[in-house]
Protein backbone atom coordinates (compact mmCIF):
# COMPACT_ATOMS: atom_id res chain seq x y z
CA UNK A 1 0.00 0.00 0.00
CA UNK A 2 1.46 3.62 -1.19
CA UNK A 3 -0.94 6.80 0.01
CA UNK A 4 -3.60 4.09 0.98
CA UNK A 5 -3.65 2.50 -2.46
CA UNK A 6 -2.85 -1.10 -3.05
CA UNK A 7 -0.03 -0.85 -5.73
CA UNK A 8 1.04 -4.44 -6.26
CA UNK A 9 -0.94 -7.11 -5.70
CA UNK A 10 -0.33 -11.14 -5.37
CA UNK A 11 2.87 -11.02 -7.38
CA UNK A 12 4.95 -13.99 -6.94
CA UNK A 13 8.06 -13.67 -8.76
CA UNK A 14 11.17 -16.38 -8.08
CA UNK A 15 14.52 -15.41 -10.26
CA UNK A 16 17.20 -18.04 -10.38
CA UNK A 17 20.45 -16.75 -9.85
CA UNK A 18 22.14 -14.70 -13.01
CA UNK A 19 18.62 -15.22 -14.46
CA UNK A 20 17.27 -12.30 -16.46
CA UNK A 21 13.75 -11.14 -16.31
CA UNK A 22 12.14 -8.47 -18.34
CA UNK A 23 9.23 -6.59 -16.28
CA UNK A 24 6.67 -4.34 -18.96
CA UNK A 25 3.93 -2.90 -18.66
CA UNK A 26 1.77 0.30 -18.81
CA UNK A 27 2.69 3.70 -16.92
CA UNK A 28 1.90 3.69 -13.37
CA UNK A 29 1.36 -0.77 -13.06
CA UNK A 30 3.71 -0.99 -10.27
CA UNK A 31 7.08 -1.67 -12.20
CA UNK A 32 9.06 0.79 -10.05
CA UNK A 33 7.30 -0.16 -6.86
CA UNK A 34 8.50 -3.25 -7.72
CA UNK A 35 11.77 -2.63 -7.85
CA UNK A 36 11.90 -0.70 -4.60
CA UNK A 37 10.06 -3.64 -2.91
CA UNK A 38 13.12 -6.13 -4.08
CA UNK A 39 16.01 -3.58 -2.95
CA UNK A 40 14.21 -2.89 0.73
CA UNK A 41 13.56 0.59 -0.59
CA UNK A 42 10.03 -0.24 0.90
CA UNK A 43 8.73 -2.92 2.52
CA UNK A 44 5.37 -4.92 1.33
CA UNK A 45 2.41 -5.11 3.69
CA UNK A 46 2.23 -8.77 3.14
CA UNK A 47 4.62 -11.01 2.00
CA UNK A 48 8.58 -12.10 2.07
CA UNK A 49 10.79 -10.98 -0.34
CA UNK A 50 14.80 -12.95 -0.39
CA UNK A 51 17.35 -12.31 -2.08
CA UNK A 52 19.63 -15.59 -1.60
CA UNK A 53 18.22 -16.33 1.45
CA UNK A 54 18.15 -12.41 2.66
CA UNK A 55 15.14 -11.37 3.73
CA UNK A 56 16.18 -8.53 5.37
CA UNK A 57 15.76 -5.00 3.64
CA UNK A 58 19.50 -3.20 4.44
CA UNK A 59 20.52 -7.29 3.83
CA UNK A 60 18.58 -6.95 0.40
CA UNK A 61 19.77 -3.50 -0.38
CA UNK A 62 23.69 -4.21 0.01
CA UNK A 63 23.02 -7.35 -2.59
CA UNK A 64 21.34 -4.90 -5.43
CA UNK A 65 22.24 -2.31 -7.78
CA UNK A 66 19.08 0.22 -8.42
CA UNK A 67 19.45 2.18 -11.01
CA UNK A 68 16.39 4.76 -10.82
CA UNK A 69 14.31 5.86 -13.29
CA UNK A 70 15.51 9.24 -12.54
CA UNK A 71 19.41 9.23 -12.82
CA UNK A 72 20.17 10.74 -9.58
CA UNK A 73 23.34 12.15 -10.54
CA UNK A 74 25.05 14.18 -7.81
CA UNK A 75 25.40 18.06 -9.95
CA UNK A 76 28.58 18.99 -7.84
CA UNK A 77 30.43 15.34 -9.05
CA UNK A 78 32.23 15.43 -12.67
CA UNK A 79 30.68 12.79 -15.06
CA UNK A 80 33.65 10.62 -14.56
CA UNK A 81 33.26 10.98 -10.38
CA UNK A 82 29.59 10.19 -10.56
CA UNK A 83 30.30 6.76 -12.56
CA UNK A 84 33.21 5.79 -9.71
CA UNK A 85 30.79 6.53 -7.11
CA UNK A 86 30.00 3.11 -6.52
CA UNK A 87 33.60 1.63 -6.17
CA UNK A 88 34.25 4.49 -4.03
CA UNK A 89 31.28 3.28 -1.72
CA UNK A 90 32.60 -0.19 -2.20
CA UNK A 91 35.94 1.41 -0.30
CA UNK A 92 38.39 1.97 -3.08
CA UNK A 93 40.46 5.61 -3.09
CA UNK A 94 38.90 7.94 -5.54
CA UNK A 95 42.07 7.25 -7.90
CA UNK A 96 42.14 3.91 -8.34
CA UNK A 97 38.02 4.19 -8.98
CA UNK A 98 38.47 6.79 -11.45
CA UNK A 99 40.88 4.09 -13.04
CA UNK A 100 38.15 1.67 -13.15
CA UNK A 101 35.54 3.76 -14.63
CA UNK A 102 37.06 5.81 -17.07
CA UNK A 103 38.23 2.83 -20.10
CA UNK A 104 34.21 2.44 -20.13
CA UNK A 105 33.57 6.14 -21.57
CA UNK A 106 34.65 5.36 -24.46
CA UNK A 107 32.74 2.42 -25.00
CA UNK A 108 29.51 3.54 -23.75
CA UNK A 109 30.25 6.73 -26.74
CA UNK A 110 30.93 9.51 -23.41
CA UNK A 111 34.76 10.06 -24.58
CA UNK A 112 35.48 13.66 -23.43
CA UNK A 113 32.71 14.30 -21.27
CA UNK A 114 34.82 12.58 -18.18
CA UNK A 115 35.54 16.32 -16.52
CA UNK A 116 31.95 17.78 -17.28
CA UNK A 117 29.44 18.36 -14.52
CA UNK A 118 26.00 16.75 -14.97
CA UNK A 119 24.07 19.96 -16.15
CA UNK A 120 26.33 20.12 -19.10
CA UNK A 121 25.24 16.72 -20.48
CA UNK A 122 21.85 15.78 -22.61
CA UNK A 123 19.52 13.10 -21.10
CA UNK A 124 21.02 10.16 -22.78
CA UNK A 125 24.43 11.18 -21.50
CA UNK A 126 23.37 11.10 -17.78
CA UNK A 127 21.18 8.11 -18.59
CA UNK A 128 24.36 6.27 -19.50
CA UNK A 129 27.01 7.46 -16.47
CA UNK A 130 23.74 6.08 -14.31
CA UNK A 131 23.92 2.82 -15.84
CA UNK A 132 27.73 2.57 -15.90
CA UNK A 133 28.13 3.19 -12.04
CA UNK A 134 24.92 0.69 -11.97
CA UNK A 135 27.29 -1.72 -13.37
CA UNK A 136 30.45 -1.27 -11.45
CA UNK A 137 28.56 -0.93 -8.33
CA UNK A 138 29.69 -5.19 -8.77
CA UNK A 139 26.68 -6.23 -7.21
CA UNK A 140 24.86 -9.85 -7.64
CA UNK A 141 21.49 -8.14 -8.54
CA UNK A 142 20.65 -5.29 -11.02
CA UNK A 143 17.92 -3.42 -10.96
CA UNK A 144 17.33 -1.47 -13.96
CA UNK A 145 14.61 1.04 -14.19
CA UNK A 146 13.80 2.11 -17.81
CA UNK A 147 17.97 2.34 -18.25
CA UNK A 148 18.14 3.51 -21.81
CA UNK A 149 14.37 5.58 -22.37
CA UNK A 150 15.89 8.50 -22.68
CA UNK A 151 18.62 7.38 -25.83
CA UNK A 152 17.69 7.79 -29.26
CA UNK A 153 16.84 4.53 -31.05
CA UNK A 154 20.88 3.90 -32.07
CA UNK A 155 22.19 4.45 -29.07
CA UNK A 156 19.98 2.48 -27.13
CA UNK A 157 20.32 -0.46 -29.55
CA UNK A 158 24.08 -0.43 -28.89
CA UNK A 159 23.23 0.08 -25.34
CA UNK A 160 20.82 -3.36 -25.47
CA UNK A 161 23.78 -5.11 -27.29
CA UNK A 162 26.50 -3.91 -25.03
CA UNK A 163 24.71 -4.95 -21.82
CA UNK A 164 23.68 -8.06 -23.72
CA UNK A 165 27.76 -8.92 -23.66
CA UNK A 166 28.64 -7.64 -20.51
CA UNK A 167 25.92 -10.26 -18.99
CA UNK A 168 27.12 -12.93 -21.01
CA UNK A 169 30.86 -12.18 -19.89
CA UNK A 170 30.02 -11.77 -16.49
CA UNK A 171 26.36 -13.36 -15.73
CA UNK A 172 23.98 -11.36 -13.18
CA UNK A 173 20.85 -11.55 -11.43
CA UNK A 174 19.12 -8.65 -13.36
CA UNK A 175 15.60 -7.45 -13.00
CA UNK A 176 14.91 -5.15 -16.27
CA UNK A 177 11.40 -2.86 -15.85
CA UNK A 178 11.18 -0.97 -19.26
CA UNK A 179 7.92 -0.24 -21.93
CA UNK A 180 10.04 -1.81 -24.96
CA UNK A 181 8.36 -4.96 -25.24
CA UNK A 182 11.35 -5.40 -27.93
CA UNK A 183 13.87 -4.62 -24.94
CA UNK A 184 12.87 -6.93 -22.68
CA UNK A 185 12.31 -9.76 -25.28
CA UNK A 186 15.70 -9.22 -26.98
CA UNK A 187 17.48 -8.68 -23.25
CA UNK A 188 15.82 -11.53 -20.93
CA UNK A 189 15.07 -15.39 -20.33
CA UNK A 190 11.61 -14.41 -18.75
CA UNK A 191 9.15 -11.40 -19.39
CA UNK A 192 6.34 -10.60 -16.87
CA UNK A 193 3.66 -8.34 -17.94
CA UNK A 194 2.11 -5.95 -15.05
CA UNK A 195 -1.18 -4.14 -15.33
CA UNK A 196 -2.33 -2.34 -12.24
CA UNK A 197 -0.11 -4.70 -9.91
CA UNK A 198 -0.84 -7.87 -10.93
CA UNK A 199 1.41 -10.21 -12.94
CA UNK A 200 -0.98 -10.67 -16.18
CA UNK A 201 0.92 -12.36 -18.27
CA UNK A 202 4.63 -14.56 -17.79
CA UNK A 203 6.34 -15.37 -21.17
CA UNK A 204 9.18 -17.68 -21.27
CA UNK A 205 11.52 -16.42 -24.18
CA UNK A 206 13.58 -19.41 -26.13
CA UNK A 207 13.97 -17.40 -29.48
CA UNK A 208 17.48 -18.41 -30.77
CA UNK A 209 19.59 -15.35 -30.28
CA UNK A 210 22.58 -15.18 -31.50
CA UNK A 211 21.45 -14.03 -35.22
CA UNK A 212 21.93 -10.38 -35.97
CA UNK A 213 19.60 -8.05 -34.20
CA UNK A 214 17.27 -7.86 -37.33
CA UNK A 215 17.17 -11.40 -37.89
CA UNK A 216 16.21 -12.39 -34.24
CA UNK A 217 13.13 -9.36 -33.89
CA UNK A 218 11.55 -10.81 -37.52
CA UNK A 219 11.48 -14.18 -36.39
CA UNK A 220 7.92 -15.41 -36.34
CA UNK A 221 8.88 -17.11 -32.47
CA UNK A 222 9.74 -13.82 -31.50
CA UNK A 223 6.75 -11.70 -33.10
CA UNK A 224 3.99 -14.05 -31.68
CA UNK A 225 6.18 -13.08 -28.32
CA UNK A 226 5.83 -9.94 -28.62
CA UNK A 227 2.07 -9.98 -29.79
CA UNK A 228 1.16 -11.71 -26.65
CA UNK A 229 2.85 -9.33 -24.23
CA UNK A 230 1.09 -6.21 -26.64
CA UNK A 231 -2.20 -7.82 -26.41
CA UNK A 232 -1.88 -8.51 -22.12
CA UNK A 233 -0.44 -4.89 -21.77
CA UNK A 234 -3.86 -3.80 -23.11
N1 LIG B 1 4.88 7.14 -2.81
C1 LIG B 1 3.71 6.89 -3.37
N2 LIG B 1 2.54 7.24 -2.76
C2 LIG B 1 1.35 6.97 -3.32
N3 LIG B 1 1.19 6.34 -4.49
C3 LIG B 1 2.29 5.97 -5.14
C4 LIG B 1 3.60 6.22 -4.64
N4 LIG B 1 4.50 5.72 -5.52
C5 LIG B 1 3.77 5.20 -6.52
N5 LIG B 1 2.45 5.35 -6.31
C6 LIG B 1 1.38 4.87 -7.19
O1 LIG B 1 1.62 3.51 -7.40
C7 LIG B 1 1.28 3.14 -8.72
C8 LIG B 1 2.45 2.44 -9.37
O2 LIG B 1 3.52 3.34 -9.51
P1 LIG B 1 4.89 2.92 -10.16
O3 LIG B 1 5.42 1.74 -9.45
O4 LIG B 1 5.75 4.14 -10.19
O5 LIG B 1 4.45 2.51 -11.63
P2 LIG B 1 5.31 2.32 -12.97
O6 LIG B 1 6.77 2.31 -12.58
O7 LIG B 1 4.84 1.03 -13.54
O8 LIG B 1 4.97 3.47 -13.86
C9 LIG B 1 0.86 4.40 -9.44
O9 LIG B 1 -0.54 4.43 -9.48
C10 LIG B 1 1.40 5.51 -8.55
O10 LIG B 1 0.59 6.63 -8.65
MG1 LIG C 1 8.25 3.53 -13.16
Known amino acids: MLGGKR ?35 DEPDAGEISIGGETLPAGRLARCALMPQRDCLLPWRSALDNAALALENAGLPRGEARRRAAPLFARLGLAGSEQLR ?31 GALDAITRAELQEWLADALAAE ?64
Do not use: Y
Not at 32 to 39: C, G, H, N
Not at 118 to 143: C, E, H, N, W, Y
Open 118 to 148: PAKLSGGMRQRIAFLRTLLADKPVLLLDEPF
Open 171 to 234: PRTVLLVTHDVEEALLLCERVLVLAAGRVVAELDVDVARNAPRRGVVTSPAFLELRERALEAIG
Open 7 to 41: VLDGVDLHVPATGRVGIVGRSGAGKSTLLSLVAGL
